[in-house]
């Protein structure tokens, strides 16, 4: 059973800083991404940044140059940094697991809050 947990969300001011982790109970590298998606309050859940195996990465244009995924393979965690924080930002921000073309496991969830 693949088990993925967030952490590190939490109520920040606009222009403010956040680093989400999700730790993952296997090795990233059995994974073909692992990637960030959120879903804002009355609004579809939307994918914001992925990362592959290979390390290549890719972002939702609206968060490109302030958002960076990274993986650290030894602690089997990646990370999402969020700088430069909009109001719009807000949600609840899911870390999941890709096995070939499909979103297979998916975290609990972790809520990020942005104060204008």
């Known amino acids: 059973q693949v088990q993925l947990v967030e952490s590190g969300g939490g109520l920040v001011q606009a222009g403010g800083s956040l680093r989400l982790s999700c730790a993952t109970s296997?090795?990233?590298?059995?994974?073909?991404?692992m990637g960030w998606f959120r879903q804002p309050p009355g609004k579809q859940r939307e994918l914001v940044a992925q990362?592959?195996?290979?390390?290549?990465?890719n972002y939702v244009d609206s968060v490109k140059g302030r958002f960076t995924i990274s993986g650290d393979n030894a602690k089997n965690t990646v990370y999402l940094q969020m700088n430069s924080l909009k109001y719009e930002d807000t949600a609840v921000y899911y870390c999941?697991?890709?096995?070939?073309?499909?979103?297979?496991?998916w975290g609990q969830g972790t809520q990020v809050t942005v104060s204008s």
């Open positions: 296997g090795s990233t590298f059995s994974f073909a991404a």
């Open positions: 990362i592959t195996s290979g390390g290549s990465t």
């Open positions: 999941a697991a890709r096995r070939s073309n499909w979103w297979a496991y």
